[in-house]
Structure formats: C-alpha cells, structure tokens
Antibody, heavy 118, light 113 residues
Framework: EVQLVESGGDLVQPGGSLRLSCSAS????????MHWVRQAPGRGLEYVSA????????YYADSVKGRFTISRDNSKNTLFLQMTSLRPDDTAVYYC???????????WGRGTLVTVSS | DIEMTQSPDYLAVPLGERATINCKPS????????????LAWYQKKPGQPPQLLIY???TRESGVPDRFSGSGSGTDFTLTINNLQAEDVAVYYC?????????FGQGTKVEIK
C-alpha cells in the first residue's frame, strides 16, 4: 500500500527538542522530493520544510530556520524533522507529504501532533 | 515568496447548489515548460490529512467526483463545487507549486446553509 506514516509527536516543554519521522512505503521513496507541512490549532496549512529526492537541497520557512533540520534516509525510506528550541507557537499537527515530479503533493501522511507547553 | 490569497474565508451554500472559491497568487505561476499553471486545490476535513483535488489548475485527481472543477489562469483561479453534498463540508486550500516555498492560501471553509 502506498502510504506515509508520521511518528514522534509528543508533549514537550518550551526549549525542548523532538525528532519526527515519516516512514514511506509502496513507492520508490528515493525518487521524490518530500515536505513537512503543519497546521496549528484553528489555523491554516503552513509550509515548513522541504528536501530534494537526493537530500542535497533543503528549504526552511523563516519561522523554523535555524531550529529545525530536515533529512532523509533513502536506504530506510524515512524522512525526518529534527526540531530544537521548540516554542509554544510550534504546537501543531505535522504532516509529511510527497511531491509528484517536484510539483503538487499527491500523498500525505495522517499527521503527528506536537504540543509545546509547560 | 508567492503569496496566495483566497476569497471568501467562509461560504455557506444550500445542499445541491454551487460553491465557488477564488484564489489569487501574487504573481504568475505559469510553468513555461508545459504552459500550464502550477496551481493545486486540496480539501481538508478535521482529523484527516489534506486531499489533492485538482492540479495544473484544472486537472481533476483520480477518484475525485466530477462535481469538483478548477479553472482560471494568470493570477485568477477558481474552484467550483457543483451540486454541493454534505460530505463536501471542509476547508479548501489552493497552493502554488511554481516555486519553493510551495505556499498555501489561507483556506476557505465551506458549510451547508
């Protein structure tokens, strides 16, 4: 089955760290760019980070630059998001998404909840 | 960054009627290699991930009911839902994939009147 499954979300204190994972199956993971998108409670979709199929190029939204690191392990079909210096406004459901041909997102995971609170 | 502006923010439509959502990128999203607009529409229901409805501004994703249609060009795009059904209650987002960041509109919430 073609799917993405996120994990790693948790309740963490401000200033803490978390590592999210996105496990891919059913398609050739190493051929596609991957992305993280988040949705804070009651808010819209926010584009967070991206990585090319080979991991050579990455992008970060200004809101997470310097705190989050995206990476991938193509041998394990897994995407990661290392989050440090977490703030309450990072509280959100984090979705990983696969792009098609470096274009639109044709596959999304079900998301993992990150809550930053003391 | 390309800014995406949707209108309206909220829309209440009677069952069986038409819902129309607009999306305006701050610049052209025309992909010159295929002369198509790099504009997608997603449906987002609570507790579910976004679902791709439309790409290249007007191409319906496989499995999406034909009451959903996309149109437009340049910096003016529209998602139309004909014969609105109860299961269409959701928030709809446009997204440009012309450049990174792949920005989204702020969303349009569609409900039944």
């Amino acid at each position: 089955e073609v799917q993405l499954v996120e994990s790693g979300g948790d309740l963490v204190q401000p200033g803490g760290s978390l590592r999210l994972s996105c496990s891919a199956s059913g398609f050739l993971f190493s051929s596609y760019g991957m992305h993280w998108v988040r949705q804070a409670p009651g808010r819209g979709l926010e584009y967070v980070s991206a990585i090319t199929y080979d991991g050579h190029s990455t992008y970060y939204a200004d809101s997470v630059k310097g705190r989050f690191t995206i990476s991938r392990d193509n041998s394990k079909n897994t995407l990661f998001l290392q989050m440090t210096s977490l703030r309450p406004d990072d509280t959100a459901v984090y979705y990983c998404a696969k792009d098609l041909g470096d274009w639109f997102f044709d596959l999304w995971g079900r998301g993992t909840l990150v809550t930053v609170s003391s | 960054d390309i800014e995406m502006t949707q209108s309206p923010d909220y829309l209440a439509v009677p069952l069986g009627e038409r819902a129309t959502i607009n999306c305006k990128p701050s610049q052209s999203v025309l992909y010159s290699s295929n002369n198509k607009d790099s504009l997608a529409w997603y449906q987002k229901k609570p507790g579910q991930p976004p679902q791709l409805l439309i790409y290249w501004a007007s191409t319906r994703e496989s499995g999406v009911p034909d009451r959903f249609s996309g149109s437009g060009s340049g910096t003016d795009f529209t998602l139309t839902i004909n014969n609105l059904q109860a299961e269409d209650v959701a928030v709809y987002y446009c997204q440009q994939y012309y450049s990174t960041p792949r920005t989204f509109g702020q969303g349009t919430k569609v409900e039944i009147k």
